[in-house]
């Protein structure tokens, strides 16, 4: 019904001024409102995508550009989805970057202790996935999350398989700086994303730089139905409602 309304009444660029492009900025201002409740954090902290492939997109080079003057070392695992190992991919390929994978055991499960032996002193970037999609495996992420907080490493997680299954009490249950989601994979509209950006945390995107707090530059996000063209490096398997 939400949806159905927002198809076609928020049709408004939500940057401009007229009336149509007003009405849309406030749908999608209490759609942020509302969903920061939920997640006890700061509406400046959520980030509206297309999905969870540009979620993902962004969080990972987002994150790993904006630190490359502190350095090119990152760390991920073996089973993450397209839109985040072929980020990483393309970091090492074209960026100069160095990315250490950490191994699972036979149940397809990351040790902390292996994250914690991989990191360096030039380790700006952390992504382990919160629920596998090939198999359902559950990762210890809120230990990863502490290892690098502890450390002051970014961390990021794809959760987009967690959201709708497994509970959340709050963001922060992940002890994550980043933290990618999207409406499809619980029943929602196709063409919604989100990504949680902890605040202050220094993301750069294609639009430049800009922190979660201040308003990035033309990245609004828009009720369901307007789907932005995401960086879609990976996901290739796309069944809607999967
Ligand atoms: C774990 C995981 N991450 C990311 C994605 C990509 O999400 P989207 O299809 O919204 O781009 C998927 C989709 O299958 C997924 O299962």
Same mark, same amino acid.
């Given at each position: 019904m939400a949806v159905r309304e927002a198809e076609q009444t928020a049709f408004?660029?939500?940057? +401009?001024?007229? @009336? $149509?492009?007003?009405?849309?900025?406030? /749908?999608?201002?209490?759609?942020?409102?509302?969903l920061s409740v939920l997640w006890g954090c700061r509406p400046s902290e959520i980030i509206f995508t297309s999905g969870g492939t540009e979620a993902n997109n962004l969080a990972v080079f987002g994150a790993a550009r904006a630190r490359a003057d502190r350095g090119r070392h990152l760390i991920t695992s073996p089973i993450e989805h397209p839109s985040v190992r072929q980020a990483f991919e393309y970091l090492a390929a074209r960026e100069g970057y160095e990315v250490?994978?950490?191994?699972?055991?036979?149940?397809?499960?990351?040790?902390?202790?292996?994250?914690?032996r991989a990191l360096r002193s030039d380790t700006t970037l952390v +992504?382990?996935? @919160? $629920?596998?999609?090939?198999?359902?495996? /559950?990762?210890?992420?809120?230990?990863?999350?502490?290892?690098?907080r502890d450390h002051g490493v970014c961390f990021h997680t794809d959760?987009?398989?967690w959201f709708g299954k497994e509970p959340v009490a709050a963001i922060d249950d992940f002890a994550a700086d980043l933290v990618a989601g999207c409406a499809h994979k619980l029943g929602g509209p196709r063409g919604a994303g989100v990504l949680y950006a902890r605040s202050p945390l220094l993301l750069e995107s294609a639009a430049g730089w800009w922190q979660p707090g201040e308003r990035p530059p033309g990245r609004h996000g828009k009720p369901a139905g307007h789907?932005?063209?995401?960086?879609?490096?990976?996901?290739?398997?796309?069944?809607?409602?999967?």
């Amino acid at each position: 019904m939400a949806v159905r309304e927002a198809e076609q009444t928020a049709f408004g660029n939500p940057s +401009s001024i007229h @009336a $149509a492009g007003r009405h849309a900025r406030a /749908l999608l201002d209490e759609s942020r409102e509302r969903l920061s409740v939920l997640w006890g954090c700061r509406p400046s902290e959520i980030i509206f995508t297309s999905g969870g492939t540009e979620a993902n997109n962004l969080a990972v080079f987002g994150a790993a550009r904006a630190r490359a003057d502190r350095g090119r070392h990152l760390i991920t695992s073996p089973i993450e989805h397209p839109s985040v190992r072929q980020a990483f991919e393309y970091l090492a390929a074209r960026e100069g970057y160095e990315v250490t994978i950490v191994r699972t055991d036979p149940l397809g499960v990351i040790d902390p202790g292996d994250v914690r032996r991989a990191l360096r002193s030039d380790t700006t970037l952390v +992504s382990v996935m @919160a $629920a596998n999609n090939e198999v359902g495996t /559950l990762q210890p992420i809120r230990d990863i999350g502490e290892l690098c907080r502890d450390h002051g490493v970014c961390f990021h997680t794809d959760a987009v398989q967690w959201f709708g299954k497994e509970p959340v009490a709050a963001i922060d249950d992940f002890a994550a700086d980043l933290v990618a989601g999207c409406a499809h994979k619980l029943g929602g509209p196709r063409g919604a994303g989100v990504l949680y950006a902890r605040s202050p945390l220094l993301l750069e995107s294609a639009a430049g730089w800009w922190q979660p707090g201040e308003r990035p530059p033309g990245r609004h996000g828009k009720p369901a139905g307007h789907c932005r063209p995401g960086c879609r490096l990976g996901a290739l398997h796309e069944t809607p409602g999967v």
